[in-house]
Every structure is written in C-alpha cells, then in structure tokens.
C-alpha cells in the first residue's frame, strides 16, 4: 500500500503537464519528511545522527525522495518562467529544506553529488549547499528558483 501511494506521488511530482498536481505532490513529500522524519537535526551539527520516526526512513528520502527536486526542471518541457511551475520550484526548495532537517550532513552530500553529476560547477555547488544551510526558506526558495530559471536558459 505504501509504495502505491508513493509511486504515484512520484508520479505526479514529474509530471509537466499538471503543474497544480505536481505542487500538491511535491508538497506532501515535503510533509512526509517533516511528520516521519524525526526530530530535526540541530542546525550547529548537520553531522548528527538522523533519529527518523520509522527505521531506514532517512534512507528512503534520500534515494527516492531527494532525486525528484531535479525530475521536473530536467524535463523539456518544463517551462521555469511559467507562473505556477515557479511554485512548483517553490515546493522543491521547501522539500529539500525538510530532507536537510532531518538527515543534515547526509543530505549535503547527496545534494552535493546531484548537483556535480548535473553538470554544476564547484562554485555552484557550494554556493547551493551554503544557502540551503542558512535555513532561511525564503531566502532558498527565491534562491532555487533564479537557480532552476537561470540554469535553464543558459
């Protein structure tokens, strides 16, 4: 049952064609993450040891979660300076806040290899994870979506 309700999340969190569903999906991951993600890691020690409410569930957003910030803005037809697919970006920013919280350093790295394998030169890559440890959601969600936005035009 799970996986069914996780695949078409995942589903819908790719899908170009229905920018309101995918922010509805993209959204629910994030709260997901918050509610079955344990207790945020402190922010002074992102090293910390994740403490999620179900076993391996760290884990789990980190290898399936985690890869659809990229799934959408991948996708040709997704088009940045769209109104609504800019919220979209908006929940993807919102989402990769609340998998920080909860796995820190973890995360960092992940994020880290996501952004290298894509083509994002170091400077970028720091630059990314700095603003994502600042915490600041309003800050890194306008962050994301200039990121996201400029990375497509160029």
Do not use: C
Not at 69 to 94: C, H, L, T, Y
Not at 114 to 142: C, H, K, P, W
């Amino acid at each position: 049952m799970f996986e069914t309700i996780v695949s078409s999340v995942e589903h819908f969190s790719r899908n170009t064609d229905d920018y309101a569903n995918a922010r509805l999906a993209l959204s629910l991951i994030g709260r997901m993450v918050a509610v079955w993600g344990g207790p945020d890691i402190s922010p002074n020690d992102p090293s910390a040891i994740p403490a999620p409410l179900i076993p391996g569930f760290d884990n789990f957003v980190l290898t399936r979660f985690s890869p659809l910030s990229w799934a959408m803005p991948a996708n040709p037809d997704f088009k940045p300076r769209d109104p609504i697919a800019r919220q979209v970006i908006g929940e993807v920013a919102v989402m990769q806040l609340q998998i920080f919280k909860k796995t820190g350093q973890q995360y960092l790295e992940t994020l880290k290899s996501q952004l290298q394998n894509m083509g994002v030169d170091e400077a970028g890559t720091q630059e990314y994870l700095r603003q994502i440890t600042s915490l600041d959601e309003r800050a890194f969600r306008n962050f994301v979506i200039n990121f996201i936005t400029k990375a497509r035009s160029g």
